[in-house]
């Protein structure tokens, strides 16, 4: 096994993903053993093993084995990360040996071309669309958000043994459900958090492991159930279950248009494999000669010529124009005539020969409009699971679950997930695409960086200010920031992971008040928490040296360069420059209402306490990781990040072609910069980082000072701020009235249909079978009276007519042996006659 | 006069069995029954004794036979004779009209 592990070092990050899951059948099959006990714990002459088994303290060491998992996870992660680095492989065949692999895991003989038997394969590359995958491909992007999730998940696991310990009871009792008798009661339920949590685990880094986007919509739709069920663990409250279900419902829209997009690339391109996929949509960095292919990185566009039933000829168009794509073959073949391999890079207005089944090493054609529809679709999916605008309305409500949740799934990793998805599919998206998912983003970062200020339940704040940062990282990406996205997002993770935390650990010092308007003053009483979360707050600001800075910069820094190039789009500039004043206004509103002043609620005030070490040893670490995690070297030099420049190695070529955005170390990063044709995003960007940088901490200084003069020098009342633009408020109170426009415009007119349907069920078809009914009745009404009638007087009339023959044969029967003896005599005397009269006759004849 | 023949044998058989026959008609008393029976019987045997000795094809067959019908009367007589004891246990008498259960 040591062997494997070292001929393909990759199997690290596969045990990593391993590890979770097997917690999860441990502690499920736990959980069954528990259920299948539990008559033995409730009588008290149980053996001493069951009262273990069954007790509080397994309950205990369940936490301790999911933690556990993470830990070794996270371990597995780390020995990964450090042999990728030791061993840097530079060729792409070296790279799939050693940190990619795959098993076919479903074959589907439908869909096996040239009528092939089953059992009898089509040799590799030719009947791929009929074979599903499971595999992995390791990058440093995978290792980046490996490292993360199990990072950010193991201190999440560890805060959870503390914040969870409620459930430790045999009996909770909930106070936010009221029955008739006082409160709800219920059994604690400690272990199904961490069954549920080590599931989540398990689904996120399977999504980021996968080497395909099949195995990502199965680890997707995971992830979603997991938030599911997380958002309702107290689903006896109405509003968990009503939150759930709006999480999963609205996700559902987004899928939809997942699985359109999955479909469209699948019928087009035959495989799921992210790397099949981008070599035949993007034109390849080198030719088969080694040289630079012209339009290396590019999607090249062509117009149709000639059409034929087998094949087409396609005149090669310049850059953004022409109906069709062209695609590329997935890889020639290793021993053919390298003259007769078309891998070359076709210049403009060159005619190629395109094949409708095109086999390995030919090339292919698709509309150019299904792979704007095909990426956008697949952008839908990730607007729903990132909860952009306009899906972002279930984020905020999925606060429902409890904090650790909030922090792990509903902050730092799966609606990350969203943004991981469009960053690994990047060379999926049109321009055309890459603008939709640039303008999601701006609105969807101001959208919620407005309502986030208005908020006052702390984790509502938090909620917003998450969705305005997953807007900011769609934006990133949508302006052809690929790594500044992807860098923003795990620094993000630490940053709101932590801040979710601080703010679980003030909600359990304050007995679950969530309420900021009825907290203040809490710092005495909560340093480590106040602090810490200070650490977060500034990092989200952007304040210089804390880790937010470094990501944020960069992504204002390629949206000046963005808007340089194209000055149409001088929106994508202004709105996140906006948002970063607002994003620190709210976040110092927040911090201020909380910890500074005086306490607004005494009694709240009064029982505040600071959490135990288990809640604050993760804010500590996290409050460190939140600062440090971006640093390079100098520090103060926000392009030298370190973290970024490890990103900027998984970077595809499309990303230098459709934008000029280099990283440093690209091999080929010489020839593309060679080209002038080039839109110079990135060397705008690198040029303007620090006008970017000066711009947002300028801005965010003053949102800073406002929130200090409202809610710390109390020169302005917020109150009378309030009372001056009460519509403002009550706009940005009612979250643009969203849910409303949902409800009119969505819920409503279904709930209506459903109530003609409703209607339709009732009147037409429920009459029509009673209909049916009655007519049925009629007709077995006289069926049965032919049948009382005719058959059973038939009947009768037999009896009865025998009955009358035996009843006058009854008087034969007199019972007299003398009258037996008198007909017998009588009867042998008329046969004696009979005889001699008849008989003789015909004898004598 | 002519001597005696099979003819007359046949008519004392006949007369024997016509007057067992009305015996077994007319009387009450289940023991006159019975001794009707017997008459019967004996108007038969007297039949085949009388064929037995007039036909020399019929000569052992007819005496065995007459043989078989005294035992068979012996017999019926035993059974008879113990159904109309149970029958006076019954009834306290032995006449046969009482006998009418069997009436339809």
Redesign the interface.
């Known amino acids: 096994m040591f062997h494997e592990l070292q001929e393909h070092p990759g199997l690290w990050f596969v045990a990593a993903t391993l590890t979770p899951l097997a917690s999860f059948v441990l502690l499920l099959l736990a959980g069954g053993l528990r259920w299948a006990l539990r008559p033995a714990r409730e009588s008290d002459d149980s053996q001493p093993l069951y009262q273990f088994l069954s007790g509080s303290q397994t309950h205990r060491i369940s936490a301790y084995i999911a933690t556990g998992a993470m830990a070794l996870a996270f371990l597995f992660s780390l020995v990964g990360a450090v042999n990728y680095a030791a061993h840097p492989a530079h060729e792409p065949e070296e790279h799939s040996r050693l940190w990619a692999g795959h098993l076919d895991w479903a074959r589907i003989s439908v869909f096996s071309p040239s009528g092939s038997q089953a059992g009898a394969w089509e040799p590799e590359g030719a009947g791929r669309a009929s074979v599903l995958r499971l595999g992995y491909h390791i990058d440093s992007l995978t290792i980046i958000m490996f490292l993360m999730v199990t990072f950010i998940g193991g201190l999440i696991h560890l805060f959870s043994i503390g914040y969870m310990s409620d459930e430790l009871e045999p009996i909770v009792e909930d106070h936010q459900v009221h029955t008739e008798t006082g409160h709800f009661k219920r059994r604690g339920r400690f272990g199904r958090f961490f069954l549920f949590m080590s599931l989540f685990c398990f689904s996120m880094l399977n999504l980021v492991l996968a080497d395909n986007l099949f195995q990502v919509f199965i680890s997707w739709e995971l992830v979603g159930l997991c938030s599911y069920l997380l958002i309702s663990f107290y689903y006896e409250r109405q509003s968990a279950s009503n939150a759930a279900n709006k999480a999963f419902i609205v996700n559902r829209v987004g899928d939809a248009g997942f699985i359109l997009g999955l479909l469209i690339f699948w019928s087009y391109l035959g495989t799921f494999n992210f790397q099949e996929i981008f070599n035949q949509i993007r034109c390849p960095v080198t030719n088969l000669a080694g040289q630079f292919a012209e339009r290396a990185g590019e999607i090249v566009r062509a117009n149709p010529l000639v059409e034929d039933r087998e094949q087409r000829r396609l005149q090669v168009t310049d850059r953004g124009q022409g109906s069709e794509v062209l695609l590329f073959p997935i890889a020639p073949a290793e021993n053919g005539d390298k003259q007769e391999q078309p891998w070359h890079g076709p210049k403009a207005s060159e005619e190629v020969l395109t094949h409708v089944n095109p086999l390995s090493n030919q090339y292919g054609s698709m509309p150019y409009w299904l792979l704007v529809a095909g990426g956008l679709g697949i952008f839908l999916g990730c607007v729903g699971k990132s909860a952009q605008f306009p899906l972002h309305v279930w984020l905020p409500d999925a606060m429902e679950g409890p904090t650790p949740v909030s922090a792990l799934i509903h902050a730092a990793t799966m609606v990350a997930a969203g943004v991981y998805l469009v960053g690994r599919c990047y060379p999926l998206f049109a321009p055309e695409a890459l603008l939709v998912i640039a303008y999601t983003g701006g609105i969807t970062l101001f959208v919620a960086a407005t309502i986030a200020v208005v908020m006052t339940d702390i984790k509502k704040v938090l909620a917003y200010s998450t969705v305005s940062q997953l807007g900011y990282m769609m934006l990133a990406l949508g302006v052809g920031g690929w790594a500044a996205g992807l860098f923003h997002l795990t620094t993000h993770a630490f940053f709101k992971a932590l801040l979710f935390l601080c703010s679980g650990s003030v909600i359990y010092g304050c007995h679950h008040e969530q309420d900021m308007m009825r907290m203040g003053g809490l710092y005495p009483k909560m340093k480590i928490t106040a602090l810490t979360m200070l650490a977060g707050v500034l990092a989200i600001c952007g304040i210089p040296l804390f880790s937010g800075w470094y990501s944020k910069d960069a992504i204002l820094a390629h949206a000046v360069g963005f808007t340089w190039v194209y000055p149409q789009h001088l929106l994508l500039l202004l709105l996140p420059l906006v948002t970063a004043g607002l994003t620190a206004f709210y976040m110092f509103r927040m911090w201020l209402m909380t910890f500074a002043g005086r306490p607004r609620d005494e009694h709240v005030y009064e029982h505040a306490h600071e959490s135990p070490w288990v809640m604050t040893v993760p804010l500590i670490v996290l409050a460190f990781f939140s600062i440090v995690v971006a640093w390079g070297w100098p520090i103060t030099d926000p392009e030298a990040s370190t973290l970024e420049s490890v990103l900027h190695h998984s970077q595809h070529a499309s990303v230098a072609a459709d934008f000029g955005v280099l990283p440093e170390d690209l091999e080929l990063a010489a020839p593309f910069q060679a080209r002038a044709d080039l839109p110079q995003v990135g060397k705008l960007a690198v040029e303007n980082h620090l006008l970017a940088g000066a711009m947002t901490t300028a801005v965010g200084a003053l949102g800073i000072a406002f929130a200090f003069l409202l809610y710390y020098f109390r020169l302005l009342e917020p109150a009378e701020a309030k009372a001056q633009f009460p519509a403002v408020h009550r706009f940005l109170w009612n979250k643009w009235y969203f849910d409303e426009l949902y409800s009119v415009l969505l819920v409503r007119p279904a709930l209506t249909i459903a109530s003609w349907c409703r209607a339709f069920d009732a009147k037409v078809i429920d009459s029509t079978v009673d209909g049916l009914a009655n007519v049925t009745m009629e007709v077995s009404r006289w069926a049965g009276k032919f049948d009382l009638g005719i058959i059973d007087g038939l009947v009768n009339l037999t009896a009865r007519v025998i009955y009358g023959i035996g009843d006058r044969l009854r008087g034969v029967q007199t019972g007299y042996i003398r009258s037996y003896v008198l007909f017998l005599v009588v009867a042998a005397i008329a046969i004696f006659g009979v005889m001699v009269f008849v008989v003789s006759r015909v004898i004598a004849k | 006069m002519s001597p005696v023949g099979l003819e007359h044998y046949l008519v004392l058989g006949a007369v024997l069995f016509v007057c067992g026959?009305l015996c077994?008609?007319?009387?009450?008393n289940a023991i006159g029954?019975l001794m009707g029976v017997e008459l019967v019987l004996n108007g038969a045997n007297i039949n085949f004794v009388a064929f037995a000795h007039y036909n020399p094809a019929f000569e052992i067959e007819g005496q065995i036979f007459a043989l078989f019908i005294i035992v068979l009367a012996a017999a019926e007589a035993a059974v008879a004779l113990a159904i109309v004891l149970n029958f006076y246990n019954n009834h306290m008498t032995v006449d046969?009209?009482s006998?009418?259960?069997?009436?339809?």
């Open positions: 026959a077994m008609a007319n009387k009450r029954v046969v009209d006998a009418e259960e069997l009436k339809g």
